[in-house]
């Protein structure tokens, strides 16, 4: 613990993130910024090629997909909805009294809005791509990006509770999703040692909720379904996950009736790049000044 | 014992066939049981027998049929007995 309080103090202090009151919400500065935008190049250069389709989406989703996706059966602590307030004249009177006197809870009679903060940038896609009907055989590829919500509060800078995940999500037959995942292993790899930074890829889980959930991690390590790219930030023992490969099988084409031409159900796989993560990971490897990185990580990025 | 799995079974399994239809060892994920029907069958038979899953035993291995959710249950019943 005491060295993510440190990273994040030195942080702080440098400036490059910048102190809200809250845990795991930080602003960033232009320097942090412009790693995470010279990171997406990189990330463009390698992958620009496939083609795939780019959609953005800020960073709350239609509600009802989220209740679809099955978010709350593994994660409800994870999951972040926007709550406003929806009453008349007299509410909002009792409202101002509450927050004055503030012994009560304001927000207890706050009305849930047809928003959820998004948990992962795929998640409003595979709802958008159903609605255009069958996927055609040979498969298809997308490009997201978004910030992403998740209920975590932490004093690990590389834990934020709003961060940016930037993905790339393959959809087809199964060989073609778990060959798309095993390129970007690959791929991640090089890329990562091309930033001098040191890397390995191990399985992974996610973390489902409860005593249950130790079952669906299980499944899910059983399965090979998810691994991750670590680097370490806070700590060399527990290096950080800076981009996970996951693979979903036919459940999302199962789910959301994602059908090839041929009418079988797609399978899917997800590729997300941490991009705080990464810049922290360069931050942490590189020293807190990007004009001391070594020319070839500067090259990378900038050249 | 048998029968009462299958009642679980036929109650949150999910699955697109009866299970009446189903054999004992027939693979249940290959019928159609998802990952979280097997958590809510998991928790279904911890209440039917009153037990608990120790996490060694939660994995798919455990319910991948019937014959193998009869084998499981009997093996943390005799632990119990044991103990």
């Given at each position: 613990?005491d060295?993510?309080?440190?990273?994040l103090?030195?942080?702080?202090d440098?400036?490059?993130?910048?102190?809200?009151?809250?845990?795991g919400?930080?602003?960033r500065?232009?320097?942090?910024?412009?790693?995470i935008?010279?990171f997406?190049?990189?990330?463009?250069?390698?992958?620009?090629d496939?083609?795939?389709?780019?959609?953005?989406?800020?960073?709350?989703?239609?509600?009802?997909?989220?209740?679809?996706?099955?978010?709350m059966?593994?994660?409800p602590?994870?999951a972040?909805?926007?709550?406003?307030?929806?009453?008349?004249?007299?509410?909002?009177?009792?409202l101002?009294?509450?927050?004055?006197?503030?012994?009560?809870?304001?927000?207890?009679?706050q009305?849930?809005t047809?928003?959820?903060?998004?948990?992962?940038?795929?998640?409003?896609?595979?709802?958008t791509?159903?609605?255009?009907?069958?996927?055609?055989?040979?498969?298809a590829?997308?490009?997201?990006?978004?910030?992403?919500?998740?209920?975590?509060?932490?004093?690990?800078?590389?834990?934020?509770?709003?961060?940016?995940?930037?993905?790339?999500?393959?959809?087809?037959?199964?060989?073609?999703?778990?060959?798309?995942?095993?390129?970007?292993?690959?791929?991640g790899?090089?890329?990562?040692?091309?930033?001098?930074?040191?890397v390995?890829?191990?399985?992974?889980?996610?973390?489902?909720?409860?005593r249950?959930?130790?079952?669906?991690?299980?499944?899910?390590r059983?399965?090979n379904l998810?691994?991750?790219?670590?680097?370490?930030?806070t700590s060399?023992?527990k290096?950080?996950?800076?981009m996970?490969?996951?693979?979903?099988?036919?459940?999302?084409?199962?789910?959301?009736g994602?059908?090839?031409?041929?009418?079988s159900?797609?399978?899917?796989?997800c590729?997300?790049?941490?991009?705080?993560?990464?810049?922290?990971?360069?931050?942490?490897?590189?020293?807190?000044?990007?004009k001391?990185?070594?020319?070839?990580?500067?090259?990378?990025?900038?050249? | 014992?048998?029968?009462?799995?299958?009642?679980?079974?036929?109650?949150?399994?999910?699955?697109p066939?009866?299970?009446?239809?189903?054999?004992?060892?027939?693979?249940?994920?290959?019928?159609?049981l998802?990952?979280?029907?097997?958590?809510?069958?998991?928790?279904?038979?911890?209440?039917?027998?009153?037990?608990?899953?120790?996490?060694?035993?939660?994995?798919?291995?455990?319910?991948?049929?019937?014959?193998?959710i009869?084998?499981?249950?009997?093996?943390?019943?005799?632990?119990?007995?044991a103990?």
């Open positions: 613990m060295m993510q309080v440190s990273f103090d030195r942080l702080f440098a400036g490059l993130l910048i102190e809200t009151g809250v845990d919400l930080y602003g500065s232009g320097q942090f910024e412009d790693v935008a010279a997406e190049r990189l990330i463009d250069k390698v992958g620009g496939d083609g795939a389709e780019a959609m953005r989406f800020p960073p709350g989703m239609n509600r009802a997909f989220f209740e679809t996706s099955g978010y059966k593994s994660f602590q994870l972040g909805t926007v709550h406003s307030f929806c009453g008349n004249e007299l509410d909002h009177m009792s101002l009294k509450c927050m004055e006197v503030g012994e009560e809870d304001w927000t207890k009679d009305e849930a047809d928003i959820v903060l998004t948990p992962a940038a795929c998640y409003p896609l595979y709802p791509v159903a609605r255009r009907g069958s996927l055609p055989a040979g498969g590829l997308f490009d997201l990006q978004s910030y992403c919500f998740r209920h975590e509060p932490s004093k690990d800078p590389a834990r934020q509770q709003l961060f940016r995940m930037r993905e790339y999500v393959c959809m087809g037959t199964e060989s073609h999703v778990t060959d798309f995942r095993q390129l970007w292993m690959d791929r790899v090089e890329m990562m040692k091309s930033l001098g930074l040191e390995e890829i191990d399985i992974a889980n996610d973390p489902f909720f409860g249950a959930g130790k079952m669906l991690v299980n499944n899910q059983d399965q998810k691994f991750e790219l670590l680097i370490p930030i060399v023992a290096p950080t996950a800076c996970s490969f996951n693979y979903h099988q036919d459940s999302f084409g199962l789910k959301w994602l059908n090839l031409e041929d009418g159900v797609a399978h899917t796989a590729v997300g790049f941490g991009l705080e993560r990464i810049a922290l990971a360069l931050f942490h490897t590189h020293g807190l000044d990007v001391e990185w070594p020319g070839s990580v500067r090259a990378t990025l900038w050249g | 014992m048998n029968e009462t799995i299958r009642e679980l079974l036929t109650r949150v399994g999910g699955l066939v009866a299970v009446t239809e189903l054999e004992d060892g027939a693979d249940l994920y290959a019928a159609g998802s990952s979280f029907a097997s958590v809510q069958l998991m928790l279904g038979l911890e209440e039917a027998f009153d037990i608990e899953f120790p996490d060694s035993l939660l994995n798919r291995k455990s319910f991948a049929s019937i014959a193998a009869e084998q499981t249950v009997s093996h943390i019943l005799k632990a119990r007995e103990a």
